[in-house]
T-cell receptor
Framework: GAGVSQSPRYKVAKRGQDVALRCDPI?????LFWYQQALGQGPEFLTY????????KSGLPSDRFFAERPEGSVSTLKIQRTQQEDSAVYLC????????????FGEGSRLTVL | AQSVTQLGSHVSVSEGALVLLRCNYS??????LFWYVQYPNQGLQLLLK??????LVKGINGFEAEFKKSETSFHLTKPSAHMSDAAEYFC????????FGTGTSLTVIP
């Protein structure tokens, strides 16, 4: 596709359920980022991949959060045993040039935990 | 550690008036600097970026920003606001990681 694609766009989960959010980056972009954006806030860094290698996962808020990018393309962010505080928009971005390049963002996946 | 501060979570301007959105960063080494815009229910889009070279950077839709190392600032300006400029604006810095500010919501009053 031409841009970064995220699915699902909207997800409602009951507290305690596991969810998986998918990101399909722009073809050829080696860098992939996940961010969490709470209502009225800026994006908060979660994790960063260079190809299939997860180089930084310092932003993951707990061990319930897990991300993978096994073939260096599509990435999945998994949240286990969801809590209400996990409700947010999860943004995926990809970049051709790592930290100096433009981040191309998807439209996000809005997670609501009831 | 790097961080970015956006002064003013909400800014209102009249249509045709100057837009000024403030951004200051903290970093021992000048980072790369970016401004992104987010329209409702859309992803963030790059307005402009500074990496090296000329400190006055021109972006899309008539926006520009000036990197001032002495002031550790990268304020965003536009000479004349348009209704379509109403959106959320985020300043970001990167060196080893991308950090975003908390955003400034711009309202344009007709």
């Amino acid at each position: 596709g031409a841009g970064v694609s995220q699915s699902p766009r909207y997800k409602v989960a009951k507290r305690g359920q596991d969810v998986a959010l998918r990101c399909d980056p722009i073809s050829g972009h080696v860098s992939l980022f996940w961010y969490q954006q709470a209502l009225g806030q800026g994006p908060e860094f979660l994790t960063y991949f260079q190809n299939e290698a997860q180089l930084d996962k310092s932003g993951l808020p707990s061990d319930r959060f897990f991300a993978e990018r096994p073939e260096g393309s599509v990435s999945t962010l998994k949240i286990q045993r969801t809590q209400q505080e996990d409700s947010a928009v999860y943004l995926c971005a990809s970049s051709l040039d790592g930290m100096a390049g433009e981040l191309f963002f998807g439209e996000g996946s809005r997670l609501t935990v009831l | 550690a790097q961080s970015v501060t956006q002064l003013g979570s909400h800014v209102s301007v009249s249509e045709g008036a100057l837009v000024l959105l403030r951004c200051n960063y903290s970093s021992s080494v000048p980072p790369y600097l970016f401004w992104y815009v987010q329209y409702p229910n859309q992803g963030l889009q790059l307005l402009l970026k500074y990496t090296t070279g000329a400190t006055l950077v021109k972006g899309i839709n008539g926006f520009e920003a000036e990197f001032k190392k002495s002031e550790t600032s990268f304020h965003l300006t536009k000479p004349s606001a348009h209704m379509s400029d109403a959106a959320e604006y985020f300043c970001a810095v990167s060196r080893n990681q991308f950090y975003f500010g908390t955003g400034t919501s711009l309202t344009v009053i007709p």
